[in-house]
């Protein structure tokens, strides 16, 4: 039987099986998820992908439990069937494993948190980039938007905390070299109007290419890189602007790194279904050397159909991509996450 | 194209293959441990409960939401399929009251509105989780939202309300919060989360 029909299988039954869970728990919620994406490059022509994401299709389980005394331990399982136009037909469909942990509440102000979660650094684990083209610095920051591991998180009156140690493998489970990663964040109250943290990174982290969990995405190197790395980030609602930043700097082995992002939002006001975002990012790979920051404009919108139903459009332009020319590239996506 | 065809035929497959599964959450608290703990500093712990109005009782109690409401839901962001979830405040094994938020589309932007109540649906508190308004801190000032502590639905039904607006310019939004918390009341009367599905 091939990977894909397998992969297929898998996802239907796992639907299957949650969703009639679904129809008897009001501690359960479940989504379907579909994503269909495809865009032109004047560098790679026709693309079937943006950075974190290809035609998929998935769900997503989330479950409190409770006993007499209260919830006690939430659940999130979320996972993607995922088709890379540009791979052979054999590696092409992968199986993406994004959230799959188990919470548990230890004190009123701590919960252990063990599986597969994004890491405790800068904007990633305050945004919810899951379905969006736009992304934050963290892919290019650690390599990966989510690993293995566990995390002790909470909030005190004022301030949020989450430290997490994980593998430093990203998508896939694996060890090598050593591998780990460790990462705090210290922040305001979720909610507010205006949020910000401080975040500290150290860690010996592989490098990989994509993002499928089974089979496993490629190893780069069966070297770790020493990370090091302290960051800033924050988000202001102001009207309808939503303002978004983030910075991190530090060091990628003996190299200097920087890495910044500013983004604005805007919804229209009297179509509050459509938003535009307007972002630019850069990450300096060497700051001893000229040229070796990968920098980007992106201009993107997005439509809400309904509850459920989302198109995202995106244009963006690399200035300079380390090695490589610069590119134009547009984006499209349809997005569909609910019943 | 091919392949492409194969991923369309599974995926309007698996649109339709379940039945029960739920839309996007309405409105959730951001730290319910927090959260809970602030406004119900007595309490022990707390359940966690989603309910839509598509299982209490679909397009009939849509209906007489939107009566009681007197405007009718918002087939976007208001649709029957959205769940809503109730938090139980717990002291030891005792429901002591509730919290509750509901969406509401604002003059700028979405607003979430969350109060905490007492068994009988008053009011104990009130707070803007969210609020994209210029004149936000007006509205989020403890001297605006205290004003509600202590009124039920019937106040709002009745129109027992003295409450003022206290923005300059943002009237919408001053109308769209008593809109915001009259629909809060009504979902938790109809909902009766306490005889609901949490437990």
Known sequence: MSLKIRLIRIIVFLMVCFSFRAAHAGETLFYKEVNLIGGYSDRDRWIGKSSTMANSLGFEYYRKFSGDYGDYLTADLQMRASYDSKMNSHQAWGLQIHNAWLEYKLLQAAKLKVGHFDPAFGLEPVLDTHATLIQTLAEEDIGFKKDWGVELRGSLPKFDYETALQLGSGMSIRRRDGSFLATTRIGSPAGGNLQYGLSLLYGEVLQTEGMRTFPKNKLLSDDTIAKKRVGLDGQYLYGPYLFKTEAAFGKNDDKDVLGYLAEVDYTLPRYQNWEFELQFHSWINDLAERSSDDSTLTLGTSYKLSQNTTLRAAYSHDFNMTGMKEEDKIVMQFYYFGA | ?199
């Open chain 2, 1 to 199: 194209m091919k392949t492409l065809t194969r991923i369309i035929f599974t995926l309007v497959f698996l649109i339709n293959i379940t039945c029960a599964a739920y839309a996007a959450v309405g409105c959730t608290l951001n730290d319910p441990d927090r959260d809970v703990k602030r406004l119900f500093p007595q309490s022990t712990g707390y359940k966690t409960s989603f309910i839509t109005i598509k299982e209490k009782g679909a397009e009939a109690l849509k209906k007489k939401i939107e009566e009681k409401l007197k405007d009718t839901l918002e087939p976007i962001y208001e649709n029957i399929d959205v769940p809503y979830a109730y938090y139980a405040v717990l002291k030891g094994k005792d429901i002591i009251g509730y919290i509750h938020g509901v969406n509401q589309k604002g003059k700028y932007g979405g607003m979430q509105l969350i109060m905490a109540t007492d068994l009988t649906g008053k009011i104990l508190n009130f707070y803007y989780q969210k609020m994209s308004s210029p004149e936000a801190k007006k509205f989020m000032d403890k001297s605006f939202t205290n004003q509600f502590i202590g009124l039920t639905l019937d106040d709002f039904m009745k129109g027992n309300l003295s409450v003022k607006d206290p923005s300059q310019d943002s009237h919408q939004d001053f109308q769209a919060t008593l809109r915001g918390l009259r629909k809060n009341l009504i979902l938790l009367e109809e909902f009766k989360p306490a005889e609901g599905n949490s437990r």
